[in-house]
């Protein structure tokens, strides 16, 4: 089982910036794949950013890329999503999301488990 606690969400202006964190716990992180996700008032779960086990390989989400970076350090177990030029279409809970699979997918069923949700607002 892995627990995984987002932190970091908050309210910022739009053209702001702001850095979710993702600690793990229960698994040895560098097994995993990590992404990030976010689902806004009315909408279905949306793809953000997701990072390889290694952190060679990422993929971004078009409406996020040049503005999100996605990191992590295996050290410290920890997976981040640094936030700049945040527009008010960024409004959203973030959700990190493990999988046991090396896939760094945008696909939410192929990631195995969920943090409780970060919440995000900009606004304008």
């Known amino acids: 089982q892995v627990q995984l606690v987002e932190s970091g969400g908050g309210l910022v202006q739009a053209g702001g910036s702001l850095r979710l964190s993702c600690a793990a716990s229960g698994r040895t992180f560098s097994s995993l794949d990590m992404g990030w996700f976010r689902q806004a008032p009315g909408k279905e779960r949306e793809f953000v950013t997701a990072?390889?086990?290694?952190?060679?390989?990422?993929r971004y989400a078009d409406s996020v890329k040049g503005r999100f970076t996605i990191s992590r350090d295996n050290a410290k177990n920890t997976v981040y999503l640094q936030m700049n030029s945040l527009k008010p279409e960024d409004t959203a809970v973030y959700y990190c999301a493990a999988a046991l699979r090396s896939l760094t997918s945008n696909d939410p069923s192929r990631y195995d488990y969920w943090g409780q949700g970060a919440l995000v607002t900009v606004s304008s």
């Open positions: 990072i390889s086990r290694s952190g060679y390989s990422t």
